[in-house]
């Protein structure tokens, strides 16, 4: 189960990256984070805080046309 806040890019106040912990709780299985935020800090804090996978969106040009293209890794 994957914690995921479908903005794009994702605010960093906006992650809330505990509600990975709500979600195992709720549904007693591994949960692991989508990743739509700038750089890789949020993905750390998220397996820090139990992740067992992380989703990130990648790309060759950051000049590409689409939503994901500007804030992929």
């Known amino acids: 189960l ?3 806040t479908s903005a794009y890019p994702t605010p960093p106040d ?7 912990i709500s979600l195992a ?3 007693g299985c ?8 700038e750089g890789v ?3 750390i804090a998220a ?5 067992c996978w992380i989703e990130k ?3 060759t040009d950051r000049s590409l046309p689409g939503p994901d ?3 992929s890794s």
């Open 2 to 4: 994957l914690h995921c």
């Open 57 to 59: 969106h990648f790309t």
């Open 30 to 37: 591994p949960v692991g984070f989508s990743d739509h935020t």
């Open 14 to 20: 906006q992650v809330h990256l505990r509600k990975m």
């Open 69 to 71: 293209h500007r804030f």
């Open 25 to 27: 709780d709720a549904f």
């Open 47 to 51: 397996t820090a805080l139990g992740a």
């Open 41 to 43: 800090e949020a993905a």
